[in-house]
């Protein structure tokens, strides 16, 4: 029995970049050409550390989805920085479990889908620009709701939130569409937040202080029905 899964064709480049990261890369690579020419060559290598900045950051690696029944991945790679039972929440209805995992310049920005199903609704909201890491981003910070409902009639909210000097929130999907557990969805750009509102009857599988990696690290598991 196979043990992981693709849920998007694997890249067909050695470096995978998000699509996002094109007109920045190609930008700074154009500048530092412009810098070479001209012999400015301060600034020309000055041109080609941003450039390498740029694509360290857009970075888009493949990743192999573990096949666990029930098994709820994580959307995004960083650090767990909350996890809590949630009486109430703007984006959720009823008490829930939240896992909140912060992202730094340092992580893969790409986000992806925590478990199979049907994208329901998708609401953006404008909001202020606080550190990611406080508490009062989650509902104060610019950010992009995404409700899905699970095969089995779960509901799973994701909401990307914008941080300190994140001003872009890419959102890929839209309601009504059908989605699967590690699949590509969006991005924020220059450090941020994801928050993930489970169902409260989901066993929680990590801590505070746990690192994990977008579609690969398991965050949370579904009761089986025998």
């Not at 508490?135 to 610019?142: I, T």
């Not at 001003?167 to 941020?192: A, D, H, L, N, T």
């Not at 489970?198 to 579609?215: H, I, R, Y």
């Amino acid at each position: 029995m196979e043990k992981y899964s693709w849920s998007d064709p694997p890249g067909q480049t050695a470096f995978p970049v998000a699509k996002a990261g094109y007109p920045l890369i190609l930008a700074a690579a154009f500048v530092t050409l412009i810098f070479a020419l001209l012999e400015m060559t301060f600034l020309a290598l000055l041109g080609v550390v941003i450039a390498f900045c740029f694509c360290s950051f857009f970075r888009d690696p493949d990743r192999v989805i573990p096949i666990q029944p029930g098994g709820i991945v994580s959307p995004a790679d960083g650090k767990v920085i909350v996890v809590d039972a949630v009486d109430s929440t703007p984006f959720f209805d009823g008490r829930c479990n939240k896992i909140s995992i912060f992202m730094s310049v340092f992580n893969v920005h790409v986000n992806r889908i925590p478990f199979d199903g049907a994208v329901k609704k998708v609401s953006h909201h404008p909001g202020k620009f606080f550190a990611a890491n406080l508490d009062k981003a989650s509902s104060q910070n610019e950010h992009n709701a995404v409700l899905l409902q699970t095969p089995d009639g779960k509901p799973i909210c994701v909401v990307q939130v914008a941080g300190l000097i994140a001003r872009r929130i890419i959102c890929q999907i839209q309601p009504g569409m059908e989605v699967f557990k590690g699949q590509r969805y969006g991005m924020i750009c220059f450090g941020s937040r994801l928050d993930v509102y489970l169902p409260d009857d989901a066993e929680l599988t990590v801590t505070v202080g746990d690192k994990v990696e977008a579609g690969t690290s398991l965050i949370g598991q579904f009761p089986i029905s025998s």
